[in-house]
């Protein structure tokens, strides 16, 4: 069976939240906007919030004491709110290089991380 981009960046996610460093798990969402840039912005929402339900699913006690499922709600929350305003100002549907440029232009809290 092939997987899909949305298997890929899931898988990712997981790897990455799960990796044990906190660098890593900051610069999450700008490494998935720049791995796959053509996809649509609210599939890295959807990846990053399927990745944190997985792991609050399969590995419970590990994610509860390293905070791994608020962490990654959290940057999910905020990423879909930057795909909001993307879209907002007409680019619609945005993809997760629109918010590379997003970030460079107006907010860089997920370039600066």
Known sequence: MRDTPIDDMIAFALEELTSGSDK????????MCMKWP??????????????AATAEDTIR??????????????????????VYAIESMGHSPARARD???????????????
């Open 24 to 31: 890593r798990r900051r610069a999450l969402v700008r490494k």
């Open 38 to 51: 053509g996809e649509p912005a609210l599939a890295v929402v959807f990846a990053l919030t399927s990745a």
């Open 61 to 82: 006690q590990e994610t509860a004491a390293s905070g791994i499922g608020p962490f990654a709600y959290r940057l999910a929350a905020l990423l879909a709110a930057d």
């Open 99 to 113: 918010l590379l440029h997003f970030w460079r232009r107006v907010d860089g809290y997920f370039l600066d991380l």
